[in-house]
């Protein structure tokens, strides 16, 4: 027996490989564990359309509201501040006010500016509508993928398909009230604003259609916990829900729950000054299009700081917490397809791909043991190795083994024993041409190497392009790919060869070339 450096090097893998796929092949509660696709152990699949139309209007009415703020903060006196879906348009009453006021204009990005006689007009330019929708569908991907990583869901798959869709999978949702919370938990706009009641108007409120209400700026919002009653407000909010820096669960003094808020520094100065300037009137509390309370201003409010009263749960809170924490969709988003998995289907999946994972290495190990005697065996030590290593790695990493992933290991299989396949016909070669043991073995090793550097390189290549342009479940299929290559590799050649040289001397001595290599000496 003669150690060296590939034995220790393959002894030392194969520890590490059976140390760290153990959690997962037992499912103990310690360690880190593979985590179960969607199509495995059921779940959620649902891709949803993005409203990019929708996003260019927040933008045009976020214009509008910081210039509301801007002229109302400097008493600049302005008439008929008014929007649309691409434009603001208002006039400047005293031509002393209009050097200032175009002066902050140029600040905002993204529009074109054109005074007429003291009537300024912002528009939106081609580029900034381009950009302001494909920011839409990017901060819709980022808002929907932190709502459900708060959800606590593991290994949620958020993805952007096609130009305006996001694909949606969430593993692990075992009922139907499950899917629903999710559901509404990514679709939710939570879209806050904060809107001063038209006290002039709101007695009329019953009296008057939508278009009645447009012609005076405002809109009419229905209260969330009784819909038969509403609000006049002023259509441009003081506030929005971007301006939020902190939202959690609280509790009133009827011990209901409530969501306390916390805007920034700037949202904090707007507050506080509209409050000081309009004590004795209303402010509504609007969340997606609904006023929440509409409390009266009884001083100057500081500090930044309010809260949401409704009539919800404590569960219905936490999850209107989580979506205004995660920020307001800036397009609202909608249903193209769904469809949910049972776990019934997904413990079917498992079994079947167990059944090829196992029959498919039976058979390998078989027909190594068969063919090619001890040199069969060898290799198969190299492929339990390679197995234990693919799953260790994929097990730190945290890596999602979908159903296509489960077909990458079945593959890696059979790549596994190819390349000592490909050895021992090399050494068996050499025999035959009446080369001494140690001499076949090592230029058999030496006479392989660039087929199979070839082969693995040329398909590790394939595997990354697979992960790089593919999607959910052809990721899933290039990671075991290329672990399983990268881990044959080191046992399938640096193990295998570790494994001859240790019992070289015994195989010299025996000359047993049928029992060693499955041929006649």
């Known amino acids: ?52 139309q929708e996003a260019t209007k927040s933008r045009i009415k976020s214009i509008a509201a910081s210039i509301k703020h801007y002229t109302d903060r400097n008493d600049i006196l302005i008439d008929g501040l008014t929007f649309d879906a691409t434009s603001v348009k208002f006039e400047v009453l005293d031509s ?28 939106l330019t081609p580029k900034e509508i381009k950009k302001t929708k494909a920011q839409a569908v990017s901060q819709a991907i980022e808002t929907i993928r932190n709502r459900l990583d708060q959800f606590g869901l593991s290994e949620p798959v958020v993805a952007r398909q096609g130009k305006n869709d996001i694909l949606v999978e969430l593993a692990g949702i075992k009922s139907e009230a499950e899917g629903q919370r999710a559901r509404e938990l990514i679709s939710r706009p939570a879209k806050l604003e904060l809107m001063a009641v038209d006290e002039d108007r709101n007695a009329r409120v019953y009296n008057m259609s939508e278009s009645d209400a447009a012609a005076y700026g405002d809109v009419i919002l229905e209260d969330v916990k009784n819909p038969k009653i509403k609000y006049l407000v002023n259509e ?51 969340l997606d299009g609904k006023v929440y309370s509409a409390p009266n ?4 409010i500081g500090g930044g700081s309010g809260q949401i009263s409704g009539n919800y749960t404590v569960l219905e809170a936490k999850d209107l917490a989580i979506a205004l924490r995660s920020g307001a969709l800036l397009a609202p988003i909608y249903m193209m397809e769904q469809r949910s998995i049972g776990p019934s289907l997904g413990a079917d999946s498992i079994r079947e791909s167990m059944i090829a994972l196992i029959g498919g290495f039976v ?9 090619y005697r001890m040199a069969g065996v060898i290799a198969n030590i190299a492929l339990i190795a390679n197995l ?29 024993v190819d390349a000592n396949v490909i050895i021992t016909e090399r050494i068996r070669e050499l025999i035959y041409e009446g080369k001494s043991m140690h001499k076949a073995i090592e230029d058999g090793y030496s006479n392989a190497m660039t087929a199979i550097l070839d082969a693995n390189i040329t398909t590790l290549i394939a595997s990354v392009v697979l992960y790089v342009y593919g999607t959910g479940a052809i990721k899933g299929f290039a990671i075991t790919m290329s672990i399983g290559i990268l881990a044959s ?8 060869h570790g494994i001859y040289q240790l019992i070289e001397s015994k195989m010299s001595k025996s000359k047993n070339y049928r029992f060693w290599f499955g041929i006649k000496g």
């Not at 194969?14 to 360690?31: E, N, R, Y």
């Not at 058979?363 to 063919?371: D, G, H, K, P, T």
């Not at 999602?400 to 593959?411: N, R």
């Not at 590799?489 to 295998?496: C, H, N, R, S, V």
């Open 1 to 52: 027996m003669k150690l060296n450096y590939r034995i220790v090097i393959f002894g030392l893998a194969l520890v590490f490989g059976i140390a760290f796929s153990m959690p997962s092949l037992l499912q103990t509660k310690d360690g880190k564990k593979i985590t179960l696709g969607l199509d495995l152990q059921g779940g959620l699949h649902m891709l949803l359309g993005v409203k990019t």
């Open 96 to 123: 002393d006010d209009i050097k200032s006021v175009e002066k902050y204009l140029s600040k905002i990005e993204g529009v074109k500016v054109v005074n007429n006689n003291s009537v300024i007009t912002l528009t």
């Open 236 to 286: 441009i909010p003081i506030l929005d829900g971007g301006m939020l820096t902190g939202a959690n669960v609280g509790f009133d003094q009827n011990n209901r729950p409530v969501i306390d808020f916390k805007l920034n520094a700037e949202g904090a100065d707007i507050f506080g000054d509209f409050t000081g300037k309009n004590v004795g009137k209303r402010l509504a509390v609007v």
């Open 297 to 300: 201003i009884n001083e100057r």
């Open 363 to 371: 058979l390998v190990i078989a027909f190594m043991m068969i063919y």
């Open 388 to 416: 234990f290593l693919l799953l260790a790695v994929m097990s730190l990493f945290g890596a999602t083994l979908t159903l296509p992933g489960m077909a990458g290991i079945v593959l890696t299989v059979g790549m596994a």
């Open 489 to 496: 590799m080191l046992t399938a050649i640096l193990g295998t």
